[in-house]
């Protein structure tokens, strides 16, 4: 065999040794990535499951029937919250940085979607009010603007997903009979 096809034969194998490590560097990156997301995943849902931010959502869905009176008015614009409405800048901020790590690709967007959806839409519908007066009185609109993503591609699943994501093509459970509805008081 010539020395010329020596060195094609040496040349074609390094692009082959080379062209598996890159794969295999690939494959490692999906890999870790996934790794980090359980990560982020967990977090989220330790924190929406911990009693602190049940706390703050009860505390948030009663301070809604409060929005009339001007002192509660006046301590949700003030520039910073004062310690009675941490609560609310709490979950904010929490809903802020879930959204941004949506929006950059560190957790799956449609996997947080359909696991919280439907509390991230509470939420901000909770906080409307209060976020709409702060970025009024700041002049910004930048304000919370991760959360309100996160809610906008939530919505969206919702509205696509009205009865669910259960699989279509998957017979459901039989359940047993529910219990009696109780009569409003």
Known sequence: MSPEWLTAIGTIGTFLVIAASGAAALFQ???????????ALTEVRETIESPAFQAAERFISELAGRYDDPEVRKGL????????FQPVRYVANFFETFGAFVKNGIIDAELACDLWGGVVVRNWDALGPIIASRRANMG????WENFEYLTLISKRFVD??????????????PLPRPWPKEPVA
């Open 29 to 39: 990156l999906r890999h870790m990535r996934g790794s980090n997301q359980i990560v």
């Open 140 to 143: 910004t609109t930048a304000l």
């Open 77 to 84: 614009s003030a520039p910073f919250f004062p310690l009675e």
């Open 160 to 173: 696509a997903n009205p009865d669910g994501t259960f699989p279509k093509n998957m017979k459901r459970l």
